[in-house]
């Protein structure tokens, strides 16, 4: 069973507007890493958060952790049409398990 | 590249033949991972080892489908008489191991198509 679970399922937007996608998650977790994925592409590894930390910067990227609420949320600010993408977020369970939602579909228009 | 390394990319295979898919993890990670992502999902867990020891292989999917790391460095994934369900993108990933806060690297995967 998947322990994340991403809002809203699919995000469309303009050029220059920021993008908030939500995930949840049902137990304890280690980390919380989010994935940006292309069409038919691997994954490629955006930002990770700590159990123990509650946001989180990488340039455009600001990451928030709640573990009361059991849920997180990426802000992706001033889109670019590049950033679109379908994107994870994926609660490290233990030391060695990830697992996925089922992804937001961001489409950003020029 | 030093990048989570996949081969082939793309497999068509018929129904009831074997198929193997190889992993190259970044180097120094000691850790590796097979998941299996079909469309409209996010990649589920299969398997992983560390170094050669494989220390979870409950969610593979079947006894068809079984995976080696014989010297701590690449790994195969076979699947067994493969069947339409199989159908799917199998990403390998890697990481290093003691610390929880390890970020997990996946490849490009490989896409079997099963007919």
């Known amino acids: 069973s998947q322990q994340g679970e991403e809002d809203p399922q699919a995000l469309s937007i303009q050029e220059g507007e920021n993008a908030t996608m939500n995930c949840s998650y049902k137990t304890s977790i280690n980390n919380l890493q989010w994935y940006r994925q292309n069409s038919g592409r691997g994954l490629v590894h955006l930002i990770l958060?700590?159990?123990?930390?509650r946001e989180k910067h990488s340039g455009r990227l600001r990451v928030t952790l709640d573990t009361s609420k059991k849920s997180s949320s990426l802000l992706i600010t001033a889109s670019r049409a590049a950033d679109t993408a379908s994107y994870f977020c994926a609660a490290l369970l233990g030391y060695s398990t990830l697992t996925f939602g089922k992804g937001t579909m961001l489409l950003v228009s020029p | 590249d030093t990048g989570v390394s996949q081969d082939p990319r793309h497999k068509i295979t018929k129904r009831g033949q074997n198929v193997t898919f190889r992993c190259d993890p970044i180097s120094e990670h000691n850790r590796l991972y097979w998941y299996r992502q079909t469309l409209g999902q996010g990649p589920e867990f299969l398997t992983y080892?560390?170094?050669?020891?494989?220390?979870?292989k409950s969610r593979l999917l079947s006894d068809r489908f079984s995976a080696e790391r014989p010297k701590g460095s690449f790994s195969t994934l076979e699947i067994q008489r493969t069947e339409q369900g199989d159908s799917a993108m199998y990403l390998c990933?890697?990481?290093?191991?003691?610390?929880?806060?390890?970020?997990?690297?996946f490849g490009e995967g490989s896409w079997l198509t099963v007919v």
């Open positions: 958060i700590r159990s123990n930390e």
């Open positions: 990933a890697s990481s290093l191991s003691g610390e929880v806060g390890n970020t997990i690297y």
């Open positions: 080892f560390q170094n050669e020891a494989q220390l979870e």
